[in-house]
Nanobody, 123 residues
Framework: QEQLVESGGALVQAGGSLRLSCAASGRTAEAYTWAWFRQAPGKERVFVAAISWMGRIPTYADSVNGRFAISTDYKTTGSLQMQSLVPEDTAVYYC?????????????????WGQGTQVTVSS
């Protein structure tokens, strides 16, 4: 099973930018879909963005569409570029992968997860 490690989380002011990274290792199968989810304390884990090799068209949650950009080499590295950050973006951000060839917004569809990285946006 693939091992994932997120990095890049930080404290930033509203309107700022941040880039999160996801490093993968120990893969036993190709990860054709990469995704990001986030979870605030006391809240459920929700979908943020995903991208698959087929078509290379990313999908985004309405709350981040136009502000975030997901990318990956489909091998060892994934990234989430975040811009125009707002306090509502504050959460632990998780990287996830699956072998399926199309994006999914369901956490249950992703067998591989990192431990998360904290993003805090101050007003």
């Amino acid at each position: 099973q693939e091992q994932l490690v997120e990095s890049g989380g930080a404290l930033v002011q509203a309107g700022g930018s941040l880039r999160l990274s996801c490093a993968a290792s120990g893969r036993t199968a190709e990860a054709y879909t990469w995704a990001w989810f986030r979870q605030a304390p006391g809240k459920e884990r929700v979908f943020v963005a995903a991208i698959s090799w087929m078509g290379r068209i990313p999908t985004y949650a309405d709350s981040v569409n136009g502000r975030f950009a997901i990318s990956t080499d489909y091998k060892t590295t994934g990234s989430l570029q975040m811009q125009s950050l707002v306090p509502e973006d504050t959460a632990v951000y998780y990287c996830a992968t699956r072998t399926g060839s199309r994006p999914s917004d369901d956490p249950q569809a992703y067998p591989n997860w990192g431990q998360g990285t904290q993003v805090t946006v101050s007003s």
